[in-house]
């Protein structure tokens, strides 16, 4: 099958493009389609993430293993495209460099037959130009994870009773 899917840059502006590629793709070689479908430069980290219904990000799919085995990975070059999308799950979230954070909505639009005498991946529509930098984003705390009561829990009184001159000699160290 061949998936259409959507890519979205989160911008003010209208910028997308709508992809076709083989369900058997992986992640990597959808990654390199956007990478050359926006123009970007190709150079930088980037990771895909699962998402759900409500944008929210879940599972990794990362471009390099960066964990150095401190960790499992999923990587794009390991992750076929049918395995990351399907009917159920239809969207995901693609940033790429992680300093400028470019952040694009990937959905999941359609499955088709493949078209012999089309060579696959391809963009078949476009809308927009990338910016000349990324979209500014404003990061919120959580308010689950907010306590209003963790800042009175800790006091300076409590940091200076336990860290008095007296219990602390630098000249102990050595």
């Keep these: 099958m061949i998936y259409r899917l959507r890519v979205l840059l989160d911008a003010n502006d209208d910028c997308f493009r709508d992809i076709e590629i083989d369900e058997k793709s992986t992640l990597e070689e959808f990654h ?22 409500e944008w929210n990000q879940g599972e990794e799919y990362c ?8 960790a499992p990975v999923k990587k794009m070059a ?31 639009a359609d499955a ?12 078949i529509f476009s809308v927009g130009e990338l910016p000349d930098s990324a979209p500014d984003k404003e990061f919120e705390a959580d308010p689950r ?3 209003d009561d963790d800042d009175e829990a800790y006091s300076d009184d409590e940091d200076e009773e336990f860290y008095d001159e007296e219990s602390f000699d630098e000249n102990d160290l050595y």
């Design 112 to 123: 088709v037959p493949h078209h012999p005498g089309t060579t696959y991946p391809r963009v």
């Design 78 to 108: 390991d992750t076929l495209l049918e395995k990351a999308l399907s009917k159920k799950k239809t969207r995901m979230i693609y940033i790429y460099d992680f300093l400028s954070l470019w952040t694009f909505s990937v959905e999941l």
């Design 145 to 147: 994870f907010h306590d």
């Design 63 to 70: 471009l390099f293993d960066m964990s150095g085995g401190m």
């Design 32 to 53: 390199n389609v956007i990478v050359q479908a926006f123009q970007l430069q190709g150079d930088e980290m980037a990771s895909f993430y699962a998402s759900d219904e």
